[in-house]
């Protein structure tokens, strides 16, 4: 999850308030304004009903609402009843789980102090204690808050048996802590992000125009290349094999099943390295690969092997059937229609010569505008983040980071889905032709060079004789 909450989950908060529509204003943040209890409380103290949201890494989204001012106190905590106050939660590991904790009749709701940050409950039994005093933000860019949340928790709120570390995962390292002033009023529509990756408006016609355009790529005339070879990489899961299916899917108009797809968590579904081509509609060729695990690693020398071009089609990549120099099958002499033009990295969200791409596949597990229609991807700041970060994990450009959706739950092609996979493919074609083009310079330059030994040679051998 992000860092704020979205309309969908406001318009969850709204109903379990219960009195009609709202508006939510951000007075404090402890990643802008510091996680400082004094600041805390110059900023939310007095300011009428507040609703508290904590996230963190895993996921986790949850916190309290009540409808009574935080109030200014001294060092001795105030406790303070409120009938309407409740705990919640919205997301559980990513996943959105809302649920709401109401107060209990007759108990404390929340207790104030100038040196703690909000805590719902009371002195003596707090239920969530976020922090006191000042807390410094991590080198893991998260702030370990000082509070409890498991000793009382279930005291002052109804939680139904639901344990603390079903809310926040056992632990109160936050990246975000957040107080919103809640007061009655219809919410704005927020505007739309900037379009922050330009492309055509989604649509028929971009559709039938990327298909046209990945058609008419082709590798460079005179080397002997049919077709681009892209190699997909990644680990077990990241979706290389449901990618395999999503451009097969693109080009037949109905979704594919060719690449087997499925399986544990612990044993790759690809056990060789297998081919797929699409006709005349792309001159590409997806080379789907085994899955890598921790403890099931790819082989480097068998994986330079199959850069090179050495490694046949079809061959079996279990850990077990190594492929070596001395086999039958081994390609001795590749030539530039074997080798691998273009290496993809598949990632659910190595230094070579040759060009680097990386897909990131799921997107609309982590993005809810880009769930409820893929052509919201390029404006949805939780993509661009992700881009940003893979970008400088992997240390590529920005535009070698293609953010993809595979079909999986889809019975019928999504004309969204299949333009966003024609803008990956026409990328990836893209990075294969500049390498293929800076080749084909490379064998001209090397046979120029030849030409002019040769006749060097002949002149010399001229002389001799005369």
């Not at 330009?198 to 028929?204: A, I, Q």
Request: charged share 20%.
């Amino acid at each position: 999850m992000g860092k704020s909450l979205t309309e969908k989950d406001f318009d969850q908060v709204e109903s379990w308030i219960g009195t009609g529509t709202k508006t939510f204003n951000l007075l404090y943040s402890i990643t802008r304004d510091g996680c400082d209890s004094s600041v805390f409380h110059e900023k939310c103290d007095n300011k009428g009903p507040t609703l508290t949201v904590l996230y963190n890494k895993e996921g986790s989204v949850y916190g309290g609402y009540t409808s009574v001012s935080w109030p200014t106190s001294k060092r001795k905590p105030l406790d303070q009843t409120d009938n309407s106050g409740f705990l919640y939660q919205l997301y559980f590991s990513g996943l959105n789980t809302p649920k709401k904790y109401s107060v209990k009749s007759g108990h404390t709701a929340i207790c104030s102090a100038s040196y703690l940050g909000p805590v719902f409950g009371s002195a003596s039994a707090h239920d969530v204690y976020t922090f006191s005093h000042e807390i410094q933000k991590s080198s893991s860019g998260e702030y370990n808050l000082d509070g409890n949340m498991h000793t009382h928790f279930g005291c002052n709120y109804d939680t139904a048996g639901i344990s603390s570390k079903e809310v926040n995962n056992g632990h109160l390292r936050v990246t975000e802590l957040g107080v919103y002033a809640v007061k009655d009023g219809q919410r704005k529509t927020p505007p739309l992000p900037t379009q922050w990756r330009k492309t055509s408006e989604f649509g028929s016609k971009m559709l039938m125009s990327l298909k046209e355009e990945v058609k008419g790529i082709q590798p460079p005339e005179g080397l002997d290349v049919p077709h681009f070879n892209i190699l997909l990489l990644g680990t077990l899961g990241s979706g290389k094999s449901s990618f395999c299916n999503l451009v097969a899917s693109v080009f037949r108009g109905r979704i594919s099943h060719r690449a087997r797809v499925g399986g544990d968590a612990q044993t790759s579904t690809t056990t060789q390295l297998t081919p797929y081509t699409f006709g005349d509609k792309a001159s590409i060729q997806l080379y789907d690969t085994r899955g890598v695990a921790e403890s099931d690693t790819l082989d480097l020398l068998q994986c330079n092997f199959i850069l090179d071009g050495h490694v046949p089609d079809f061959h079996d990549m279990s850990p077990t059937h190594l492929l070596k120099c001395s086999d039958a099958e081994f390609r001795t002499t590749p030539t530039l229609k074997n080798e691998t033009h273009c290496a993809v990295l598949v990632l659910d969200g190595s230094t070579v010569e040759i060009p680097q791409a990386a897909l990131i596949t799921k997107i609309d597990k982590f993005c809810e505008k880009s769930a409820e229609n893929i052509s919201n991807t390029f404006l949805s700041p939780a993509v661009k983040d992700l881009v940003d970060n893979v970008a400088d994990l992997l240390q590529l450009p920005r535009n070698s980071i293609l953010p993809v959706k595979n079909y999986e739950e889809e019975l019928e092609i999504d004309e969204n889905i299949n333009i966003l996979a024609l803008l990956a493919i026409r990328q990836i074609m893209f990075f294969a032709e500049d390498y293929l083009g800076n080749m084909k310079v490379k064998q001209s330059r090397r046979g120029k060079g030849k030409a002019n030994r040769g006749q060097v040679d002949g002149d010399v051998l001229g002389s001799d004789t005369a």
